[in-house]
Each structure stands twice: as structure tokens, then as C-alpha cells.
């Protein structure tokens, strides 16, 4: 039986050896995606067996037990010489016992990471990926591309324009978000939790969560969370539906505010809002000048005044809003395997069905090859990779414009390469979101502006332009008095008033 403190040397050399190992691995290089996947996976694998070690001998420091104490005075007291003399006997009986057993080091485990490590083999496959995700390079999104379509009150799309708009759940109604889209919502979150730690496996998510999680609750109390807009007039319970009745001196009056505004007003005071628009306003009128305790208890509704199912409401709407917040964190973290996917399927698309079956045989022709199919291949220039998986002309390159970067304040400094990709962000989310922070509306007049300076100041000249080309009627009305002079409303009402005319 091995004793504490042998269990304590062993894994503290274990601890080291795999510290080693670490090292070693951080310091290997990955020539490709796919080497870069496995040597993280590998890096993960060996983190949580050094801190799964480090738990243990955390505990028996602790001793709790008290059995490594036990243990020090039984070889540290006087009759320590005959403790190791029991010991060295055990050992011999053990021996005896088991005369063929070999113990083996724990350096061989060690040396076989070693091995697997500077082994390059291509059919090596350490961590699980659907043919569709190509170990990692595209995202596979069909399971939520199919429950997205199935939602009540979303248009029809295919699954390009999915990948292109599934990021803009701002744009979706908010009577649409009920339990469903949640179900959804947590399908493509479950998802993209799945393939990051796939693909990057050393990331801590927990501690993303947690900063996001910041980030949401001051956004959600300013509502400036993308697609939840605090609601300041709609809340029917607040002050501000309430009606004054003192100015109205019969329900007929009340019945020229309309159903809704009628409506507003019962629920403010917790009583029946059904009925026709007379029933409405002689239910309202009949509350004027009365307190609340001396209203007929059958006026008002079974649920007791308060805000408990609108609280449950909100509860529910602030739930689903900080799943999209983690979801839209997921997919910009994805971005590049966002649109490398959308750049793969429309590639698929576009070719023919020989040209996709002469592309399989390509691709089994070198996954059996030696040549490793996921080398990077000769790009000096950084030049952006074809459908091929080859880096395009640098004509094209060129023509393109893709050695440009353009940066956009309002996106906060996001960078943009090529006049393609920064014509096409101010009509996507983030640039839309970043104007609707500054309160201003994402209109063509706007067009190419990226600072929040130049959009402010053009905003005010807006709203001063069409503050002066708004109607005035009292200059702008014309009026013809008896002798057929043409005024303005203005001079035709002080001349009336006078009796000039």
C-alpha cells in the first residue's frame, strides 16, 4: 500500500513532468489549423490533470484525517528503525509474491506524449468535428438554421441568408420572442459553446460570462441593449397612464379619448378594461372623485393590484435578452469562421455536380497522400485564400483593394479591409447599433461617416433644416380680405381683431 507521503512525492513529480510537457508543447510549432486544434486539445489535457493533481495534494496537505501526522511521528519518533525495517519487509513479501510483475516509470508516459507530439500525422483526430465544421475551419449551423425557420412570424430565408442575418436578433419583433425563440436561442448558444471549446479549448468562457455579464446589467438598466428599448411610455401600470377626470364633466368626453387611451387607464387602476368604448368610459367616469376602498370590488379585475405577472414578464424578457447577449459575444468571437463558412457554401453552390465529385476525389487523393493537405501554403504577402485554399492573385488582390483598412469610430474602432467590406458594415448591426447609441438614425445621410463628431454635427444641421423647412402657418397661410389683398394668416387675424378688413 503506497503511504501519504510517497503519494505526495509521486505526484509532485508528476506535477513537474507534466510542467515539462506544457513547456514543451507551447513551445512546438503548428504548421497548420489542424495542428494548432490538436496541440491546444493536448495543452488542455495536460492542464487539467496538473490541476487535478494539485486538488489532491491540496488535500493531503490538508490532512484532515490527520494520517500524514500519523504517519511523520511514526518515522520521525524512537522507534523509527523498526518502522523501516516492517516497510523493507513488506516490500521483499510483495516481490516474492509477484516475481514477474514489472512496475512501469513514469517517465515512459511521458516520453510517449513526446512522440505523439513530434509525430506529424494527418489522420490524427483528438477532438470530434462533423464533416461540415472540416476540423474546425466552418461552422455547421443547420440544427438552429432549421429551428430559426420554424419560428412563428419569421419570413422564409435560405441558409446563405441565414449565415448572414442570424447575428441581427435585434431586428426580430419582440412579440415574437416567447419560449420557442428561447428554445432557439439556447440551440445556437449550446452550439457555439460546443465548437469554441473545440477549437479553442484554452479559453475560459466562464470568466467571458462573467464580464459580459457586467456589461449586459448596466446596458439592460440604460436600455441600451441592441433590440430592447426601455420602455417609457408603453409600461401601463406607471404614473404616467393614469387620466385626470377633473376636466371632464360626462362619459361621453371621456369616450372621444379612444379605446386605447380608455384602456391605459383601467389598468392603471387595476380595474376591468373589456367592453365597448361607452362601457369603458362610464366604468372610468364612475371612479371620479371616489377613493379606491370605495369602489364596487366587482369593477375590478381577480388579480390583485401589483406587478407580479408583469414582474414575471420582465424576469422572462431579461432572460431571453442576456442569452442574446452571450450569443451575440459567441459569434463575433466566430466571426472568421462566420464568414469563412458563407464563403464555403456559396463556393459549393456555384460548382457543378462533376466539379464537387472532382473535388472529393482531390481531397481523398491527399488525405492519403504524405503531403499534409493542411500546410499553409507559400504567402508572403498575407494575400487572402481562393475557393482552392491558394492565396488569390495580387492583381486581384490589388483590384480589390483588399491592402486598404478603414477604421469606424462609431463601431468602435473597428477595422474594415477592403472598400467592400466597409461600404457593406453601415447596414450591418454593429454600425446600426453604434448610431442608435448615439440616438441618431441610420439613414443614406450618413453615408460614410465614421466619426461620432462628424455624425453628431450633422445630425443638429439635419434637425435645423428641417426645423426651417417645416409649414408655418401663421407666416406661410395665405388669406384674401375683401378687397382682394393677399396677407398671411398673422396679418389677417390682427386685421380682423381690428376691424380693418
Sequence with gaps: METILEQQRRIHEERER?????????????????DQINKDTRLKLLLDRSTQDAAELL??????????????QTIHGPNAFSEFYARLKNIRDFHRKHPNEISIPMSVEFEEIDK????????????????????????????????????KGIPKMDYITYLTTFDKMF?????????????????????????????????????????????????????TFPGWPKETSGALAHTGAYLDLSAFSSAEELASLGLDRLKSALMALNLKCGGTLVERAQRLYNTKGKQIEDLDPAMFTRNKPGKSSKGKEADKQREI?????WAYKLIDMLSEQRAATRDNIQRKQARTGEEREDSDDERAASDNSDDDDDDVPYNPKNLPLGWDGKPIPYWLYKLHGLNLYYSCEICGNQTYRGPKAFQRHFAEWRHAHGMRCLGIPNTAHFANVTSIKDAKTLWEKIKVNKE????????????????????????YEDLKRQDLL
Aim: contains cysteine; hydrophobic residues 30%.
Design 171 to 223: 431586428d426580430i419583433p419582440k412579440s415574437t420572442k416567447n419560449a420557442t425563440y428561447k428554445e432557439y436561442i439556447l440551440c445556437l448558444i449550446f452550439y457555439l459553446e460546443s465548437y469554441m471549446s473545440r477549437i479553442k479549448p484554452l479559453l475560459d468562457l466562464q470568466e467571458q460570462t462573467e464580464k459580459l455579464k457586467e456589461e449586459f446589467d448596466k446596458q439592460w438598466e440604460a436600455g
Design 468 to 491: 426651417s423647412d417645416r409649414w408655418k402657418p401663421d407666416a406661410e397661410e395665405e388669406y384674401e380680405d375683401s378687397v382682394g389683398n393677399v396677407i398671411n394668416k398673422k396679418v
Design 59 to 72: 488535500e493531503l496537505y490538508e490532512d484532515r484525517d490527520r494520517q500524514r501526522l500519523d504517519e511523520m
Design 116 to 151: 505523439a507530439r513530434e509525430t506529424v500525422d494527418d489522420k490524427t483526430i483528438l477532438v470530434d468535428f462533423t464533416d461540415e465544421e472540416g476540423y474546425g475551419k466552418y461552422l455547421d449551423l443547420h440544427e438552429s438554421y432549421e429551428r430559426f425557420i420554424n419560428l
Design 18 to 34: 507534466l510542467t515539462d510537457a506544457m513547456v514543451k508543447e507551447t513551445l512546438h510549432n503548428a504548421k497548420s489549423q489542424r
Design 321 to 325: 435578452a442576456e442569452l442574446e447577449s
